[in-house]
């Protein structure tokens, strides 16, 4: 369960976004899902217990992209999204870029992240409670 906000001053001091808790060159998983419902789990983890990680997008913004702690993709079946094992294939926190992705880009960079990666069931719980949100507005257009 999330602590109250912590207000100085009128600043949320609760959530430092300084430095991520894990080593800057950790190995991650990639956890690949469409734009609008990663949007979507982005705000929903922003506003959770300090759940979210850093996050990429693609350059033609199609795509958002997780890192989560390496051995997600051993038991990843979100429907909808993809995740990817990079370990061994060059892809660290501190690099910015997926395998085979040079155009990717931070949307949530490693310096502004909550943690180092971002925990597998509180993100698989936003994506769940993002597809909901996404339903339910598309039936009332």
């Known amino acids: 369960m999330c602590n109250p906000m912590k207000r100085e001053a009128g600043v ?12 800057p060159r950790q190995d991650c998983d ?7 419902q990663g949007l979507e789990a982005v705000d929903i983890l922003r506003r959770g217990c300090d759940g979210l990680g850093p996050v990429m ?6 795509t958002l992209g997780f890192l989560v702690p390496p051995g997600t ?9 993809a995740c990817t094992q990079t370990a061994g294939r060059g892809m660290r926190i501190s690099d910015g870029g ?3 992705q040079a155009a990717t880009h931070w949307l949530v960079p ?12 509180e993100l698989r719980a936003a994506l769940g409670e993002a597809a909901r949100t ?4 598309d039936r009332c257009q």
């Open 110 to 121: 490693p310096d502004a992240a909550y943690t180092g990666a971002t925990d597998p069931a």
């Open 73 to 81: 993709a051993d038991g990843w079946d979100m429907p909808g999204s």
């Open 98 to 100: 997926a395998p085979g």
């Open 12 to 23: 949320d001091i609760s959530r430092s976004r300084t430095t991520a808790q894990h080593h």
């Open 134 to 137: 996404i339903e339910a507005v």
């Open 30 to 36: 990639l956890v690949t899902v469409p734009a609008r």
């Open 57 to 62: 997008h693609d350059n033609a913004c199609d």
